[in-house]
């Protein structure tokens, strides 16, 4: 059975860096990613990197400013935040793939997931 929780989260002003840790219990051999979900709006992907950790892809709206990694020794899922901003705003979530199979060009979308966290709250205020 896999579990995912996450941690890292909290308050800080813009511009400021959060890091966000995903540790995950049970066997994690598909890639994993980075939510997040605003109060009225979609759930949105953020990031997500392959099994070993060789590909990544982020969405337009982080890239340069957010840094995914993963330690498979550790099976533990970072995201790196930097230079945050107010939109930035929002409960952020980690998941992993459905199945073990290759990393696209870009972020997933949430049905490609089938299994997910609780939730770490990030708020950025200007």
């Known amino acids: 059975q896999v579990q995912l929780v996450e941690s890292g989260g909290g308050s800080v002003q813009a511009g400021g860096s959060l890091r966000l840790s995903c540790a995950a219990s049970?066997?994690?051999?598909?890639?994993m990613g980075w939510f997040r979900q605003a109060p009225g709006k979609e759930r949105e992907g953020v990031a997500a990197?392959?099994?070993?950790?060789?590909?990544?892809a982020y969405a337009d709206s982080v890239k340069g400013r957010f840094t995914i990694s993963r330690d498979n020794a550790k099976n533990t899922v970072y995201l790196q935040m930097n230079s945050l901003k107010p939109e930035d705003t929002a409960m952020y979530y980690c998941?992993?793939?459905?199945?073990?199979?290759?990393?696209?060009?870009?972020?997933?979308?949430?049905?490609?997931?089938?299994?997910w966290g609780q939730g770490t709250q990030v708020t950025v205020s200007s």
């Open positions: 990197i392959s099994t070993g950790g060789g590909s990544t």
């Open positions: 998941a992993a793939g459905r199945l073990p199979i290759r990393l696209p060009g870009w972020v997933p979308g949430p049905s490609a997931f089938g299994y």
């Open positions: 049970g066997v994690i051999a598909n890639y």
